[in-house]
Nanobody, 118 residues
Framework: QVQLVESGGGLVQAGGSLKLSCAAS????????MAWYRQAPGKQRELVAT????????????NYADFVRGRFTISRDNAKNTVYLQMNSLKPEDTAVYYC???????WGQGTQVIVSS
């Protein structure tokens, strides 16, 4: 059974850091491109970052939305079957529910809340 379980969210002051984790089960993240999305209240869900799968020719390559580039880092630990999102220099506009995603076949985690206070 496929599962994605996010953790690490919470309340942090602007300028602070958080590290989100996404523990996967039922499949190997090594062979899957993985992504983080976020959804702020009243807004559409948006892509934050992706990291490519083994066998794509660009294994481990990461891509970021412009609004997080230089502040957030996506990474993977294949041994732990876990994807991470290190978030630094957080801003109040980063407040959202953050979701772990496997694009294909599509699967979503339940989300973890991040609140950045000014």
């Amino acid at each position: 059974q496929v599962q994605l379980v996010e953790s690490g969210g919470g309340l942090v002051q602007a300028g602070g850091s958080l590290k989100l984790s996404c523990a996967a089960s039922g499949f190997s993240i090594r062979f899957n491109t993985m992504a983080w999305y976020r959804q702020a209240p009243g807004k559409q869900r948006e892509l934050v970052a992706t990291v490519t799968a083994y066998g794509t020719g660009t294994y481990g390559a990461s891509n970021y939305a412009d609004f997080v580039r230089g502040r957030f880092t996506i990474s993977r630990d294949n041994a732990k079957n876990t994807v991470y999102l290190q978030m630094n220099s957080l801003k109040p506009e980063d407040t959202a529910v953050y979701y772990c995603n496997r694009p294909a076949p599509e699967y979503w985690g339940q989300g973890t809340q991040v609140i950045v206070s000014s």
